[in-house]
């Protein structure tokens, strides 16, 4: 029986946990009706789940749907592991009654550990010189000073923790102000990683590396350490994917400005040129030098989230957003994929918001119904939500206006009753794309 693995990926927040909870429930619950995307391709389908791998790290599935049951249901918790869930998932051609199962094994990588691929093909004074570059220059200027100024105040035989810690806030800071490009990930991720030394590094600006040979030598020892014990193992499983699920949440970067635009930009160049999307694989790309080339990535799809926090009549935008911010990767992409360039499209996975109106000075206004997070329990509009624009805004966008401030939406209840599916967005059309071309 043929395998087909899914890696579901995308940058912190872009609700790869909720969209796998979904496409699982739908996948085992659901039926042509709730998916209908196979209805109208008169395509008949059915899932069983099956034992995981010993290896494997479950993706808990039941877990996380109990979290969206219940009189208050709330959003899963992000991940900080790879994790799967494998099906047997059946597809019938009701037009030439052929049929065929594969195992479809959905694989979700945490946004965070994400970042650190791009480091397995750069040395520590590489990336030192990168990341010390790069933060003295816009946003990061004044959210690195302290660590800089900590890092030019280091001298032979002094303690080097307070780099390490000051380092470790400068990500916490730009994370907190919407920057995503952040490395390495444990410093975010695991508990008191200052305090272990197998974490204990930082960047060193080149002229600290010169003045302080031996900590900047102590520095690569641990940063090696950190790419063989925590980033090679964590990447040696994404080199077996060849589907690609890429999950951008469009309404955060406009919340936060043109800063979050260009570091998300470059996040995702950077994640995509690391797994080394080809018909050759580069030989310098980091899941070679991984692996040695397991599996080619063949179908890929850019995936706008959250489609339900905004309205029906600006929804479509999210599209053109995700166009532009990927464009000129997807066209090198498109030259290695055996199906060509990437598609892009938006969803919801699991719908918290309805549509509505109301009318504003004598018109009627576009609006939505649900709970947000930040107003009370008992109250679920309508809500004027703000605006998606067709196009990015210009440099100066003030991410302050009420245009562009979407509210946060708790989830909607998923019923208690065994086989219950929640409504969504173009979840079907996206598992669809994924996998029509195994249809027999």
Not at 217 to 245: D, H, T, W
Not at 251 to 262: D, T
Not at 391 to 397: G, I, L, R, S, V
Request: charged share 30%; aromatic share 10%.
């Amino acid at each position: 029986m043929r395998t087909l693995r899914v890696a579901v990926t995308g940058l912190r927040r872009a609700g790869k946990t909720v969209f796998l909870t979904s496409l699982i429930n739908h996948l085992l619950d659901g039926s042509e009706e709730t998916l209908p995307a196979f209805r109208d391709e008169a395509i008949a389908f059915s899932a069983a789940p099956l034992r995981r791998r010993s290896e494997a790290t479950p993706f808990p599935y039941l877990q996380y749907l109990d979290q969206l049951r219940g009189d208050s249901p709330s959003w899963p918790a992000r991940t900080s592991d790879v994790s799967e869930f494998p099906l047997a998932l059946t597809v019938r051609n009701l037009k030439n009654h052929r049929a065929r199962t594969v195992t479809l094994e959905l694989v979700d990588y945490p946004g965070e550990r994400l970042l650190d691929l791009p480091l397995v093909s750069m040395g520590y004074e590489e990336w030192s010189d990168q990341v010390s570059e790069e933060a003295r220059v816009g946003l990061r200027k004044e959210l690195s000073a302290p660590w800089l100024e900590t890092c030019a105040q280091l001298h032979p035989g002094a303690d080097d923790r307070p780099a390490v810690e000051h380092y470790a806030d400068y990500l916490r800071d730009c994370r907190r102000e919407g920057l995503g490009y952040l490395q390495p990930s444990a410093l975010l991720l695991e508990a008191d990683a200052v305090g272990q030394d197998r974490f204990r590094f930082c960047p060193l600006p080149d002229d600290v590396r010169r003045r302080l040979p031996e900590l900047a030598r102590e520095y690569g020892v641990r940063y090696g350490q950190y790419l063989r014990g925590y980033v090679r193992p964590f990447f040696r499983k994404a080199a077996r994917c060849s589907r690609q699920i890429v999950l951008v949440d469009v309404l955060h970067i406009l919340r936060r400005g043109v800063h979050s635009y260009n570091d998300t930009r470059r996040a995702l160049r950077r994640i995509l040129d690391a797994f080394g999307y080809a018909e050759q694989r580069h030989p310098l790309s980091p899941l070679r030098i991984i692996d040695m080339f397991q599996t080619r990535v063949d179908r890929m799809l850019f995936v706008a989230t959250k489609a339900d926090q905004c309205t029906r009549a600006t929804r479509g935008n999210l599209r053109y957003l995700l166009e532009d911010l990927v464009e000129p990767k997807r066209r090198e992409l498109a030259v290695g994929l055996p199906n060509g360039r990437p598609r892009v499209t938006f969803c919801a996975a699991h719908r918290s918001t309805e549509d509505a109106a109301k009318e504003f000075e004598g018109r009627q206004l576009s609006c939505l119904r649900g709970r947000r997070a930040d107003r009370p329990a008992d109250r679920d509009g309508p809500w004027f939500p703000g605006e998606i624009p067709p196009a990015w805004p210009d440099d100066q966008w003030n991410p302050e206006e009420s245009q562009f401030i979407f509210p946060d939406f708790l989830p909607a209840r998923l019923p208690m009753r065994d086989g219950a599916t929640a409504p969504h967005i173009n979840l079907d059309k996206v598992f669809w794309h994924t996998i029509e071309d195994i249809v027999p």
